[in-house]
């Protein structure tokens, strides 16, 4: 089962990291504020920033939501602008393949 960790940009202009095993739904449970986090009930999510699928499984999409949390914003804000470089920043290895997804919700409709 294919799980995915994603980067949300907020109202507020922070950005929330999560994971899932469906984009989709979980992108409008945030912006309909019915679950989640705290974070994304304060401030509503503008769009899908980023988001990589991984094959791999939770274990390792839960490693990448929190490398991407220990971040600064500077390496946020590099990550967003470029998701590949996600690639090259982990030091993690990965049993299962490791997709990216970089913009909105349309990316996730054939992926």
């Not at 995915?4 to 929330?16: F, K």
């Not at 309909?32 to 094959?55: D, F, L, M, Q, V």
Request: charged share 30%.
């Amino acid at each position: 089962m294919a799980v995915w960790v994603y980067m949300l940009e907020l109202e507020n202009g922070h950005y929330y990291t999560g994971w899932t095993t469906d984009p989709v739904r979980r992108f409008k449970e945030h912006v309909n504020r019915r679950k989640g986090a705290s974070a994304t009930r304060i401030s509503k999510p503008r769009h899908i920033a980023a988001c990589w699928k991984i094959e791999g499984g939770k274990s390792e999409a839960l490693r990448v939501e929190a490398y991407i949390k220990k971040q600064k914003r500077i390496e946020k804000e590099r990550i967003v602008a470029k998701p590949e470089a996600l690639l090259n920043s982990l030091k993690i290895s990965f049993e299962g393949s490791f997709s990216i997804y970089p913009g909105g919700i349309a990316d996730f409709k054939n992926g």
